[in-house]
């Protein structure tokens, strides 16, 4: 396919939608599988047939809307009503008032049951004003598993604009301008690492998509790849065109089989229609992209032992520098960015990268996804500015904690991360800011904890993690996380001495300067910054000498 | 039912036979990859999902045909958590145990399967019917606590209805 | 080939931009602590005794795996670095079962050498006690897991010089152990070409020859990285 047919396919695709009354979306993202989705979608498809209403309302499945604990979800475009806890007998309920009778039916909209008025356009509910979708925009509108729907919203339009329209040098500078910052947790700036991998002269080049998401508590990449592949695809190809790769991967956690399923699907209709492949859209840039599944390792997320594991290796990390930019995947100059960081790279060069940072903050510009779980009402996938308070997060938008507790702390980052108490709240959610306290961003794993946790159990929870994800390559995070582990387990059951404490703050500190990689870096960061905000909970643990 | 720590089966203790469909899919793995070491991981997951887990015949097989030292398929094997050397019983039930599980009761979830089937995770019981496995996440978090019955996620789940449902699975055989 | 200035714990140095930190210090007798450093074998920066602080780099670096850039200004004896290097021992002692007394390397032990360089008078973490095997079943040789600190210097000797790769490491986190074949008895290993080089490498009375009583064992690491260079130069 040429650019002229890209363009044809473009409008046929939303001249299709507008000749359309409605469009139905029933939420097919893991979450709602689980809940029955399909089901659903299969009976909508049916009815719709049977009444004959097939040209005038479209019923697809879609990717992950957002608000997972309260599906399955069915949403009814351009209304946008969002209806939630579908199945098949209530969604009779549906189709009469609403398809039928075009009225919504109150009582079964989106958090009905804990909003006094609950509303009909989905948008105006709290949960969604407060959100800017950049990286999830389209996601729960599209079907993933059509590249048509991507056409209908504009898509692979980037990718054209960066082959006709743009040096690779342009690329890059406008991907710097935008002052993205990896979404993998690390928060290195984006341009400046593939400015870094073109500099590299090389034959071959390649670009890496982590899709590793080992957080426990973290699931926005498996939703992004599972409800727009074709974002991805798009945003690996701009790169690669910007650094010079012909070749790319993206690395799936294993644990991911419906995201593994989408995207390799996408990669054959994008194949299908020259978007990827040889002289793409007619021009000389190449580009082919293969899927590789992960095995259950954590510590893949690494970049150097992502590549490791790519190769069919161990993934255990390697001593940097040198860096995968100069030296990655066999050997080759590497660019290795995270599943979220691709996700923005298309509306980036598709509007431009001022626009891009006039969202967010000063040093963290553009907008973040989080999951929410835990004690909180409505948990699920957000994506806010960057800079929005915790607060804001955990009480407008998540509705507040479950049964009117009070919030205690709020976990961020995962195993590599800290725990967030009460009198930070008001904290923005920048790279910084939440340094400065301690924690880390990561890669969007949010995590809400009322009264009832124990902080340090929380910590030797995860010190249990990384001990168990632990490559046992470098000596301290090999020794070092099961000898933190067994001391928290030892303060926890009540048996610990003030010496105890002490030795396992010495040894945090150590696990933290010395480990070889990122891992045991930040393996000892849940308990560090557990012990800066509640060490009073460890020292009441303590046995008092007699 | 007790438990056992489950050594490998007798069936597969004899040599692989080349007529076998799952050892012939291996096999077209390996050619479609070129045979390639690199490939060792993607050529792991087929022999896994054909066989449920990696009996040493078929790591031997593999070994072989890669040209591969057997220390170097065992250590990368060994290393991902997703490879598993022993069978992990006819029907298993994973239970997640993520940071929003764990703190919606995932552990009180697998201390209701050990005392109702005396099974710890990774533990097959001995007629190998069924296997019990914890999970890192697997990205329910907004369903938690949740537990994957064969391939079935079931969200939000209570102590009955995870024994209701391994009953059915075990029973309906 | 034009040499580069470095500074080393204050004194300057004019040195090959090809070599690493490690290198630069050996040759003008800056002594740095090393344990998964063998001369000859590829370098893997793991037992993290060789640290350094590098000025403008936050973190610490392996001095075995980071090459010197110009006006590189890097401090190698640090009260951090040495404190580190000292729990670093600590911990090797503590994860297996190291018990001098009736070890064939007394006295000989590079272990037991770091052990007096840092100084180290006792263990102040608990040791971790772990169920390890001791394999006899080689004819010549004697696999003591218990003695074994992961080092893996007998896994790389075995597949870069040998060739044979019988070594290799199996499981991760505390829980990995150095394998032969499929974690087969060393003696059943059909990769094993008994040369004995792992014996050599190995820094501490983990691998022995049998017939050696305690105390007796004489290794020869220089042996590695003689044998390394010699073909080398035949290139």
Not at chain 3, 221 to 227: F, I, K, N, Q, Y
Request: net charge neutral; charged share 25%.
């Amino acid at each position: 396919m040429n650019r002229h047919e890209l363009q044809a396919m473009v409008e046929k695709a939303k001249e299709k939608h507008k000749q359309l009354k409605h469009k139905i979306c029933v939420c097919c993202g893991a979450s709602c599988i689980s809940s029955g989705s399909e089901e659903v979608l299969k009976k909508l498809q049916n009815e719709i047939k049977t009444r004959g209403l097939e040209n005038e309302i479209e019923v697809v499945p879609s990717g992950c809307m957002g608000p997972c604990n309260q599906g399955p979800l069915v949403k009814h475009l351009p209304e946008n009503t969002i209806y939630q806890r579908v199945d098949c007998e209530n969604l009779d309920r549906i189709i009469e008032s609403q398809i039928v009778e075009g009225k919504p039916v109150e009582d079964m909209l989106l958090f009905a049951d804990s909003r006094e008025k609950p509303f009909v356009n989905a948008n105006e509910d709290p949960f969604f004003k407060k959100q800017l979708k950049i990286a999830l925009k389209d996601c729960g509108d599209i079907n993933p598993e059509e590249i048509e729907d991507y056409f209908a919203v504009g898509g692979y339009q980037a990718l054209d604009k960066a082959l006709y329209r743009m040096t690779p040098e342009e690329v890059i500078s406008e991907v710097k301008q935008s002052r993205i910052r990896g979404r993998g947790g690390a928060g290195y700036p984006t341009g400046l690492k593939w400015e870094t991998v073109y500099k590299y002269v090389s034959p071959q080049k390649y670009v890496i998509c982590n899709g590793d998401e080992g957080d426990p508590g973290a699931f926005m990449d498996r939703s992004v790849l599972e409800g727009n592949p074709h974002r991805i695809i798009e945003g690996m190809t701009i790169a690669g065109y910007a650094i010079g790769a012909s070749k790319g991967f993206a690395y799936i956690r294993g644990e991911y089989p419906l995201a593994i399923k989408r995207f390799e699907q996408a990669i054959k209709q994008a194949t299908k229609h020259g978007l990827l492949g040889k002289n793409i859209l007619g021009s000389p840039f190449s580009f082919e992209v293969e899927v590789r599944i992960g095995a259950g390792a954590f510590v893949c997320g690494e970049e150097t032992a992502l590549i490791a594991s790519i190769e069919g290796k161990r993934g255990t990390p390697k001593p940097r520098p040198p860096f995968p930019a100069e030296s990655g995947l066999w050997g080759k100059p590497t660019l290795i960015n995270n599943v979220e960081t691709f996700a923005a790279i298309a509306p980036i060069i598709q509007n431009d990268g001022e626009w891009y940072s006039e969202t967010g903050t000063a040093k963290s510009a553009g907008t973040k996804v989080f999951a929410l779980a835990g004690k909180i009402n409505y948990s699920g996938l957000i994506e806010v500015p960057m800079g929005t308070t915790l607060r804001e997060v955990v009480f407008e938008i998540g509705g507040g904690i479950q049964g009117g507790a009070e919030f205690k702390a709020a976990q961020t980052g995962g195993p590599s991360g800290g725990c967030i108490p009460a009198e930070h709240l008001d904290v923005k959610m920048d790279y910084e800011s939440l340094t400065s306290l301690g924690s880390i961003m990561g890669s969007g794993g949010l995590i809400v904890m009322d009264k009832s946790s124990d902080m340090v159990d929380v910590a030797r929870f995860f010190m249990e993690f990384c001990m168990d994800e632990s490559c046992g390559k470098c000596v301290p995070c090999r020794v070092g996380t099961k000898m933190m582990h067994d001391l928290l387990q030892k303060i926890y059951d009540g048996k610990a001495t003030q010496i105890d404490l002490d030795r396992l703050e010495e040894l945090a500190v150590y696990v933290k300067e010395t480990s070889l990689c990122g891992l045991g870096g930040s393996a000892p960061n849940p308990l560090l910054s557990t012990l800066r905000h509640f060490r009073q909970e460890y020292e009441s643990k303590i046995l008092k000498e007699a | 039912m007790t438990a056992t720590h489950h050594t490998h089966h007798h069936a597969h203790a004899q040599e692989l036979s080349k007529t076998d469909p799952r050892v012939k899919l291996i096999a077209a793995k390996m050619k479609k990859e070129n045979h390639k070491p690199d490939a060792l991981i993607e050529i792991l997951h087929t022999a896994q999902n054909a066989f449920g887990f990696l009996p040493k015949e078929v790591l031997n097989f593999i070994a072989k045909e890669l040209h591969l030292p057997p220390s170097r398929v065992y250590s990368t094997v060994t290393f991902y958590h997703f490879f598993s050397l022993k069978s992990k019983g006819e029907h298993t039930c994973l239970v997640c145990t993520g940071t929003a599980c764990y703190v919606k009761g995932a552990q009180a979830l697998l201390n209701k399967i050990e005392s109702q089937f005396s099974l710890k995770p990774g533990q097959v019981t001995a007629d190998n019917k069924l296997g019990v496995q914890v999970a890192r996440c697997i990205g329910a978090c907004g369903l938690a606590p949740a537990v994957v019955i064969d391939n079935d996620v079931h969200g939000k789940v209570t102590e009955e209805v995870i024994i209701n449902s391994i009953n059915e699975k075990i029973g309906t055989i | 080939m034009n040499k580069i200035s470095v500074i080393i714990d204050e004194k300057k140095f004019d040195v090959d931009p090809q070599k690493t930190i490690l290198e630069v210090c050996r040759e003008n007798g800056i002594e740095i602590l090393t344990m998964c450093h063998l001369k000859g074998l590829m370098d893997i920066g793991a037992c993290r005794l060789c640290i350094v602080e590098v000025e403008g780099i936050n973190r610490l670096l392996s001095a075995c795996t980071t090459k010197v850039a110009p006006n590189m200004v890097v401090k190698t004896a640090t009260d951090r670095i040495k404190r580190y290097q000292r729990i670093t021992t600590e911990l090797f002692f503590a994860e297996r079962n190291h018990v001098c007394a009736v070890c064939v390397s007394n006295g000989k032990c590079e272990l037991q050498n770091l052990g007096y360089k840092v100084e180290l008078d006792h263990i102040r973490y608990p040791h971790l006690f772990p169920q390890c095997e001791v394999d006899t079943s080689h004819p010549w040789y004697v696999m003591d897991h218990n003695r074994c600190i992961m080092c893996t210097r007998c896994v790389r000797v075995c597949n870069e010089v040998e060739g044979a790769h019988n070594w290799d490491v199996m499981n991760r986190g505390h829980q990995v152990r150095i394998i032969s074949d499929f974690n087969t008895p060393w003696g059943q290993s059909t990769t094993c070409t008994s040369c004995g080089k792992c014996l050599h490498a190995c820094p501490t009375g983990a691998i022995w020859p049998k017939a050696i009583v305690q105390g007796q064992l004489e290794k020869n690491p220089v042996m590695v990285t003689e044998l390394v260079e010699r073909r080398k130069m035949k290139l």
